[in-house]
């Protein structure tokens, strides 16, 4: 993917907005889509994820949208929280191979008071 | 993730030392991988593995070399570190079944530093 160099997209939202991250993906045959939450210091944690045959996937105050025909992705936070800020990233799996994920660059999300 | 434990979490090291980063796991998962992280470039996978038997080159392998001792151990080594192998360094694990077949749990990073 394209370098994006050392500074990641930021969103600052005010706590108890509703945040949208949105992520492009590269590869067609991707069937499977992860999105992860990585906070200061810690490895990533698994949030929600989405397969292929679906375009949307409702969690816990978050939901994740898949739109295949212009391969994009979008998590959706819902009344946002100081805790959730963090650098998310998404990741899809490259169709059959099965064995990685292919990550995005993240993007941080800054929750205000 | 208590799960996934790397050692050691902080290293500085000089040019042209060996380092390894050590990985365990008590998930059971079959699968575990190495990824590093710079700044502003996401995760990049160095090796996975799907079993003891089975090790494969991932995205950015030169200057690395791994060793699936066990099921529940992978290790990483630097032959001799170079200070562009400054990274965070991940380990992480995934399971064959079924689910979320795919989700990846990973451990809490190594900080490593060559000088």
Known sequence: GESVGLHLPTLSVQEGDNSIINCAYSNSASDYFIWY???SGKG???IIDIRSNMDKRQGQRVTV????TVKHLSLQIA?????DSAVYFCAENMGNSGYAL???KGTSLLVTP | DADVT?????RITKTGKRIMLECSQTKGHDRMYWYRQDPGLG???IYYSFDVKDINKGEISDGYSVSRQAQAKFSLSLESAIPNQTALYFCATSDRGQGRRDEQ?????TRLTVL
Not at chain 2, 6 to 10: A, V
Not at chain 2, 105 to 109: I, M, N, T, V, Y
């Open chain 1, 37 to 39: 939450k990585q906070e």
């Open chain 1, 44 to 46: 990533p944690q698994f």
């Open chain 1, 65 to 68: 949208l898949l739109n295949k």
């Open chain 1, 79 to 83: 009344a946002t929280q100081p805790g």
């Open chain 1, 102 to 104: 292919n990550f995005g």
């Open chain 2, 6 to 10: 790397q050692t050691p979490r902080n």
């Open chain 2, 43 to 45: 995760l990049r996978l």
């Open chain 2, 105 to 109: 749990f990973f451990g809490p990073g």
